[in-house]
């Protein structure tokens, strides 16, 4: 594990960057070009129990390189034990620091023994998804299904947030964070938010939701896939 944890660290290093130009097209949206997506990095309300949080704390002790700082559990699946997916904000430890979100996949056994299985970066100019939620599926993974209460979302976006809903008559969703926000003419705010499917009985799927608002404070929903989760976490 020591050794794992090692090159997982050094990996990330040379991994993370900052968000490159383009991410979603919302040319339809705005006039004049897009800016660059800008990861969402303040302080925020994790949402995680005490026994969650020192569970991830085990996990990542000893990791050098990068630090985490976990805000929610996405996901859990049962095995021999039960493996966890957290969504955590990675912050490289140099001279510019530089952060983003990650899908961060914990086991522990049935003796309550903890390790670390992966921490995969989501690329927000890059985000996986499936086009359509008949070709989702989190195997036997379960989404979390605690109330988030928007906790990883500030208080712009989470208006946003509201105000876009308002309108929109498709899956009603549940914010769970904000990964980042995109200037253009007005903000585009993407966001990572549960809801339930039930089109497919597959119970609460994650999706990656764009919110825009213009320049006169009006909101849309702009663009909502189901998040695929299987390509972030450790199988």
Not at 187 to 213: F, P, R
Request: proline fraction near 3%; charge should be negative; aromatic fraction near 8%.
């Amino acid at each position: 594990m020591k050794s794992f944890r090692i090159l997982l660290a050094v990996s990330l290093l040379t991994g993370l960057c900052a968000c490159s130009s383009g991410g979603k097209d919302n040319a339809d949206l705005t006039a004049g070009a897009p800016g660059s997506w800008e990861v969402y990095d303040t302080v925020f309300t994790s949402v995680l129990t005490p026994e969650e949080t020192e569970l991830f704390a085990d996990a990542t002790e000893g990791l050098v390189g990068v630090t985490y700082e976990p805000a929610a559990i996405l996901a859990v699946q049962l095995v021999s034990g039960t493996n966890y997916a957290y969504l955590a904000k990675g912050t490289t430890v140099s001279q510019t620091p530089a952060a983003g979100w990650y899908v961060v996949t914990v086991y522990r056994d049935l003796e309550g023994a903890v390790s670390l299985l992966s921490a995969e970066q989501i690329d927000i100019a890059d985000i996986k998804t499936t086009e359509a939620r008949t070709e989702y599926t989190l195997g036997s993974w379960k989404v979390d299904e605690r109330t988030v209460n928007a906790a990883v979302l500030p208080e712009n976006a989470h208006k946003a947030f509201n105000a876009a809903m308002e309108d929109f008559t498709g899956v009603g969703f549940e914010p769970i964070g904000l990964l980042a926000t995109q200037p253009v003419a007005g903000t585009n705010y993407l966001i990572l938010a549960k809801a339930q499917d039930v089109s497919t009985g597959a119970g609460s799927l994650l999706y990656a939701v764009t919110v825009y608002e213009d320049a006169s404070g009006s909101c849309r929903i702009a663009d909502e896939k189901p998040f695929d989760l299987t390509a972030y976490i450790s199988n």
